[in-house]
């Protein structure tokens, strides 16, 4: 079995994980062109327990979230550049604009986020909260983001963004 699984596959596999009493640390996000940033992050992610879990935002969803321009990588290939970090245990992906119905299911020990996001600003922080996951933020690498990337592409290139 790979790393790359659907949500039941991987409700099936968490729940083996569970039996050996593994800690399941979950992060979300568009992870679209992967950098330093990411990389440190979800490093910092697994530090936090024993097995780390990315919920990939969809094509779809990240249009909703970013633009009609993004995502620049399709979901399949994210995923597959994700599921070979050797920080990264297992990549779903969802379709909504957040992963809180898929969280509910998944019932994770610990969630992580990066740093510019709080508990106020956070949508599934409730949902968290309320299950008794812990939330932990990982502070962001300074002038590394999908977006400067590419506005730095765009300038080099000479069009507007």
């Known amino acids: 079995m790979g790393k ?3 949500p ?3 409700l099936t596999q968490l729940q083996q994980c569970r039996q050996l009493g593994k800690r399941i640390v979950t992060t979300n996000g568009c992870f679209d062109v992967l950098h330093v940033g990411h990389l440190r992050y979800l490093q910092a ?6 097995v780390l879990v990315i919920l990939l935002n969809s094509d779809t969803s990240v249009q909703q979230l970013k633009g009609e321009n993004r995502p620049i990588v399709p979901e399949e290939e994210r995923a597959e550049i994700l599921a070979a970090l050797t920080c ?3 990549v779903t992906l969802f379709e ?16 992580v986020k990066g740093g510019e996001y709080d ?3 956070l949508p599934e ?22 977006t400067s990337i590419i506005e730095r592409i765009l300038h080099v290139y000479h069009q507007p963004v």
């Not at 909504?96 to 969630?111: F, G």
């Not at 922080?125 to 812990?134: F, H, I, R, S």
């Open 4 to 6: 790359v699984l659907t």
């Open 8 to 10: 039941d596959a991987l």
């Open 45 to 50: 992610a697994k530090e936090q327990g024993d």
């Open 88 to 90: 990264v245990d297992y």
């Open 96 to 111: 909504a604009k957040t992963p809180v119905s898929l969280l509910k299911q998944i019932r994770p020990d610990v969630h």
């Open 119 to 121: 508990p106020k600003t």
């Open 125 to 146: 922080a409730p949902v968290l909260e309320a299950m008794g996951a812990k939330l932990t933020f990982i502070p962001m690498v300074a002038g590394r983001s999908t």
